[in-house]
Each structure stands twice: as structure tokens, then as C-alpha cells.
């Protein structure tokens, strides 16, 4: 502590020294007499023999006119350091007569490259004018300020006349013409020397810092050399050597450097003094300096630069201040190396103050005064060097430990995903390892409870049922998980209706929505294409799960499925589509809403699962699924007021044919005491060309009959019962009775009526409707069975596992089918290669490793090329049905593929596809 006290108290010592050596104040004269010059004259003793008289502006005057006006008594004596009058708008005359003996040519210099305007006026004795001399900025070409004096006559007077924005400062000195100046020589190879120095350790830094990638060195470079150039500029040397005939590139040099000389420090101070932790009010106060820099920077485009010079050397002066007093605060706070930066800033904090004090008329234009912001900017690289060498090592050292930190961390990333990948493939294996005889045991369940069991029986089976249906979904969601982490899960886009794709959804929860009396509502917004370029297995699986967590979660209300336009097409048929399913139940906080979606990297308390039957993986699933659909997964909730999940998901508009046929312009009567059901059916209705009319009780629907004659009628199902108060003469033609699905009403007692389940779905009213209006073209419903029952067509089922052996025969059985099965594959190429084995249907196992290659594909397809035999349709058996595995099957010579667990709708759906090839 004492000791950074007693070097502060020095370093402003010395400074107070140096000011006061600057100074050098002449003594002044009475009246000078006339220089008698026989050789070199010193500028004190030129000064001294000079006067002068500063005139306002605009003071035009003629020498004689001048001489005339104002005597001896107006002109002042100059000072031995010559004239400084700062910044003014004043012109200035000197006045000064030569007497030489002998006679000889004389060269008058001015030691300013700022000025503007200088005019020389030769008058011998008797006053008559000699010659008329210019020069400065405002004269291209004429390069820096010097005037030739001729050799006759002996006696000459002269009339030096300057003005100038950038500071009027007239610093003369005069020698012989001819005889080279040993003073003046030796400034400029010192000049020459310090400028050069600071130009090469300027460079040398900026390499370094490019080098290092360290911006702070960079702007540490940049200041030095913008100082390095005002120096030069100074000096004169851009005027002379680079532009002589636009010398005022010089002024507007100046007015662009003084700002930087502020700005470009503010850039690299804070990270050399670590302002942000030791005191971030120095930062703070330095970005106001950068910024009052960059304003006056723009001013001088548009302020006079007498204006606008005085500002920038005020700023330049109060930044100083600020600096040092940073650089204490640090060095006082323990920051390293902080008192030989304090010093090496101290060095340029003093030439610039000394200059902007010149500049200003404070102190006068002296030699010394010339080369201290040269000596400072050298003395200024020469002490940062050690500092930085010292940066560059802390530097490198944290380097090296942050490369260290980053490839420990690549290591431990690459071993974690490493785990992760084998923890994924683990569960892929064993889930379905697991899951094949637990769908063997579904499917074995399906078929008892076709082969008309007892009530109990059924009661039973549906018990075993459910329990089996809610572990395949368990095991779905572990493998869904698995492949999700180990980027195995693809998209299979295709066309789909999504009217079908959205009924199909609605279906799996209709006898639950009867159970729980929840209804269940389905809303399609008519802007939405009827076709869509999707993946219709991972979008319903999201709209399924979040029904599924819907009615979990209710326990009275609605629950609502909205599907609508986000985006509508582009040019290219790109659509946005976005659902969501609204539910009445309690509601969800903040931190629920995030575990439930696996954001806060957990999954639902077990309290939480047990109570919804789930594994809490739904959720966190269905969003990284609608992330690779291309959209996103949220929840709007509170608790109390339910809770909608929403997720969009990018689509492509498909072509296709306009599903209302024979329903434009058709008239429907919708009688329902049920907005939600009213308004679910109008905007079906609507995306058909419909006429929708409403009405809430049987009266207002009699009354509507009456008046306005519909087409079709909707009942809802609480009017069942009223239905006799309806005569038959106002029924329509179309009558639409609403049911809720599982419950058995008694047939309908007039033509012209039928019976629909709810929840409604659009496909399966608009088909009841154009079955309706339209009676005699509509044709009925295909039936899920094959077309026709062939019991002479010969089947091979190649199933290495037992059970699914078992539920593809009794499967087959049902459609009048008997297989013959095969476990092995040695035995099944001996069936499919041989010249009398002529199969109609083929189902293969493509999961057990001796028959995932596809050779009894291929050996079949080359048996029947070598033997003549009739085509076989091949059938591929698969838990895996992405359309890469699709392709791959199509590759080898399947014809079909057939994802598990089969269902008994897929293998009928296969034979019919099979007999259409065949004929």
C-alpha cells in the first residue's frame, strides 16, 4: 500500500515537472529592434526581434493599410517560444526587419502543418512591397510553410499574415539558403526514429494479437498505430510525401484520429484491467466516453472544425482522467502487473494532455512540447511489453486448460452416448423379445372371443384383454423411446384422407366415451384439405395419446379434437396443420405442464403414473414425434379451468377428388340441445357444400320442418324417445338418428332412416347421408371379409414362433383357409424351391435372423422363373415398418408387408389383395 502511494506521489511530481519545462515562457521586450543576421538565427532571438496584432475576422487590410492604421503602440511583442494563440478565428501578423550584412538568401520557416492561411509581405526600407509569398493548406502543392528571402536589399521588413481552424501557432525559424541546419536535421532523424519506432512495435502487436485470436491486442495495435499516425500528421509528413495536392486530407485526418484515440481504449482497457469484476463503473464509464467519441466524430461532418477540434481535445483530456483513475482502482483491487500498467499508461495520458494543451494555446509551441507524445508512445510499448508477454501466458494457460475441459468433456459425451446407444438397443431387443408372445396371446384373445363365448367367458377375456393392451402399450412407448435416442425412427409420409385418418382416432375412445359419459367431439375446420401428405402412424399415435391423457384425466364434461389451419398452402401446397385436444378436467400448474412434456428432464411422479395406468413417457414421446414432423408440443392450462395440448405438424396438399358429391347445395336440419354436437356437425357439414340449420328442442326442429323443408335430418339421441312427434309427412327424406356407440336402440320404423354412432365421425356421416339422398346409386358398404371364400387357395406360413404360428392359422381358419405351416427355414426353401410346390399365398417371417436376408424371397422368385410355376404373392411378416424396411422387403421379391402384431383386418385385408392380383 505504501509503496503504490509513494509511486503515484512521484509519477505526478514528474509530471508537474515536465509541464512546467514545457512551458518555457520568453521574457518579453519593450521594443525590438531591428535582427542584424550574419549567420544562423536562433528562433528565441528571431521570436524576440518579431511583434505582433491578432485582427478579428474578416479583417482584410493591405499592408500599407495595416502599417497605416495601427502604429507601434497596437503591436505586441512576441514571446521567445513564439506565437500560440490557440484555437480563434482571429488572424495574426508578424512583423519583423532583417538586416544582413553581408547581403544573403535566407529561408523563413513556420513549424506548423496545420495551418491554413499564411501570407508573406517583402518591403524594403522605403516601404515599397517586394514580394507577395503563400502558403498552407488552402495552397496545394505548396508543401509545408516556408518562404524564400532574396539577398537584396540588405534591410527587408516583413509581413507575416496566418489563420487557421486547427490552432494558430507560428513557431519561426530562419537560417542561410543553401546551408543545411544541423538543429532542424537532427529533428527530423529523431522523428523519424521514434515514429518508425512506434509504427513497428504498433505492427508487431497486431500480429500477435491476430495471431492469438485476442481482440484486445488487436485494439491495443489499432490505438498505437492511430497515434502513430497523428504524429505524422503533426509533422506534416502525409502533405509532403502522400498527398501534397489535397493537403486538407490532413485536418479531416486530425478530426478522425483525436476521436479513436478515445474510442479504440475503451475497447481494450476493460479487458486488461478486468473492469468487469474489479469495478464495473470504470466499465461503465468508458463506454460512455467510446460513445461521446463516436458523436463527436459524426459532428464534424456537420460543425465547423474550430468547434469541433476544442471538443475532441476536451474528451481526449477527460478521458485521461477516467483512465488513470481505472487503472489505480485496479491496481489498488490486486489486479496483476497493475502498477507497471498505471505507468505505462501514464506516459501517453501525459503527451496527449500536453498536446491537447498546446493545441489549445495553454502552453506554448515548444521543442520539447513536439517530441513528448512520441517519447510517451514509446515508452508506452516498451513498458507494455512485459505485460502482455505476462498476458499472453495467463492466456495460454487458460487455453490450454479450456482445450483440456472441452476434450474431457467430448470423451465423457462420446462414452455417455456410447452407453446410451447400448441402453437403447438393450431395451429395443428385449421390448421386443417381450412383446412377441404378448401380442401372441392378444391375438390368441381376439379369436376366443369370436367363437361365441359365455357372459363370463367374455367378462373374463376382456379383463385378459385390457391387461394385454395396456402392456403392448407400455412396451410401445419403451421402444418408441429407445429409437427415438438412438435416431432410428423415421417417417413414412403418404397421402392420406384426413376425414379417415381423424375417425379412425375418434373410434378407439367411442365405447370408452359411452362409458364414462364423456362426450367426445370432433371439429374440422372447413379450410383444412381434405388430403394430406403425412405420416398417418405417427400423427395419430399423437392424437390418440393425448385423447388417451384426455379422458385419463376427466372425470366429467367434454372432451374436444380441433383440427385446423395454421399456415395455409404456399405456391409449393406447404401447410401448417395444428390440433388440439381440450379437455374439462382440473387443470395443470407451470411445473406439472413441464414434467409432463420431459422438460424439466423428468417423467411424471410414480403417484401420477399409477393413477393415469401409464408409463409417463406418452407425452415427452408425442413430442419428439411432432419435432420430427416438423412442428412443436405445447399445453394452455391452469388448475381448475382443464387443459388443452396442442401440436402442429408440416404437411404437403395432396390432390385428390372432392368427397361431397350429390351433398352441395343439400339442406340439413341439425336438433341438439348441444352446441358443441350442433356445432361439430355444422362444420362437417359445411366442408361439404352443405346448408346447415340449428335448433335446440324437437318443437323448434317440427316448426323448421314445417317452414323450410330440409334434406336431411340429425337427431340428437336425447330425442329418441320423441320421435313419434314428428309425423311422417314433415320428415325428410334423409333422417340421421344419433346414438351413443354400444348402446342397442330398436330398428327405425320408417324408410329413409338410419342410425349413427357417436361420437360422430365425418366419414361415416357423409357416407350415411349419400346413402340417404341417394339411395339408388349408393351402393353398401364393402365388408371387411374377402370378396370371396376360397377354400381350394394354397397358403404357406413361414413363422419360426409357435404362437404366431397358432394365430395365423386360426386367422387364416376364418376365411375358409387351411395353411400349412413351417418353424424352420431349411424346410421352408425345400417348400418354396420345389418344382411341385405351387403356393398362392406366402407369409414370411422377416425378424428371425436365419430369415431377415430375404434368400426365401429370392429362392422362391428363382424357382418359379427355372420351373414355371404361377407367381406367388409374398407376404412380409415385421415389427419393423419403416419405409426403409418396406423398400428393403420390395427389394428381395415381397409383394406385401405386414406390420406386428397382425390383426385379423390386415391378414383378411392381404388375402383380398392377393386374389385382386390374381385376377
Known sequence: MTTRGSLCRHLARLMLWLVIACTGLAAR???????????AVSPAALHAAARQLCLPAGAALAPDTLLSQY????????????????FTDQQCWLQLTLTRSPPQALTLKVDNALLQHLDLYLRDASGRQLAHQQAGLAHPGAGLPSFLIPAQPATVQLLLRADSEAGLALPLSLHPRGVADPGRQRTLLL?????????????YNAVLGWALRERSYLYYSLWTLAAGTLVAVLQGYPQQ????????????????????????????LPHFLDLRRLWPAGQRGLALLCGSGVMLLLAALFLPLRWVLPLQFALLLLFNLVALLCLLVAARRGLADGAVLTLAWLAPALGTTVLALRMGGVLPDSGASRYLLELALVSNLLLMAPVLAGRIRRLETQRAKSQAAQESARREALQASSLNQAKSEFLATMTHQVRTPVNGALRMTELLRRSDPSESQRQYLHSIEHSLQSLVTVLNDILDYSQIETGQLGLEEMEVSMESLLDECVSQFALLATGKQLPLHTFLDSRVPDRLRLDPVRFKQVITNLLSNAFKWTASGHVSLHVSLQQPPDATGRCQVMVEITDTGDGLDTSQQRRLLGQDGSVLPTSERRRGNGTGLGLPISRQLVQLMGGELGINSAPGRGATFWFTVRAQEAPGRWQGQGLFGASLLVASPDPLLTLSVSQMASRWGMVVSECATLDDAR?????TAPDALLLDPCFHDQLANIPLALRPRAMVLAQPAGVELAPPDSEGTEVIETPLRALALRQCLQHLLHRSTTE???????????????????EPNPVNQLVLDAILKTAGLRATLCGQADDAAALLSSDQAEWDVVFLDTDHAALQNGQLAQLRREAEQQHGLPRAWLVALGTRISSTHVQRAREVGMDDYLGKPVSHDQVLGALQRAASAAR
Do not use: C, E, K, Y
Not at 498527398?243 to 484515440?261: C, K, N
Not at 353398401?780 to 413361414?798: E, G, H, I, N, Y
Open 71 to 86: 502604429d507601434d503602440t497596437h503591436w505586441q511583442p512576441l514571446p521567445r517560444s513564439g506565437l500560440n494563440a490557440g
Open 780 to 798: 353398401s358398404p364393402a365388408s371387411d371379409a374377402p370378396q370371396r371364400r376360397d377354400s381350394t387357395r394354397r397358403v404357406l406360413v413361414v
Open 703 to 707: 316448426d323448421l320442418l314445417q317452414r
Open 29 to 39: 521586450a519593450d521594443l525590438p529592434l531591428p535582427l542584424s543576421v550574419d549567420s
Open 241 to 268: 510525401w502522400l498527398w501534397p495536392q489535397v493537403p486538407q486530407l490532413s485536418l479531416w485526418l486530425l478530426v478522425t484520429l483525436l476521436p479513436l484515440l478515445v474510442m479504440l481504449p475503451t475497447l481494450f
Open 191 to 203: 522523428h523519424s526514429l521514434l515514429l518508425g519506432a512506434v509504427l513497428l512495435l504498433g505492427l
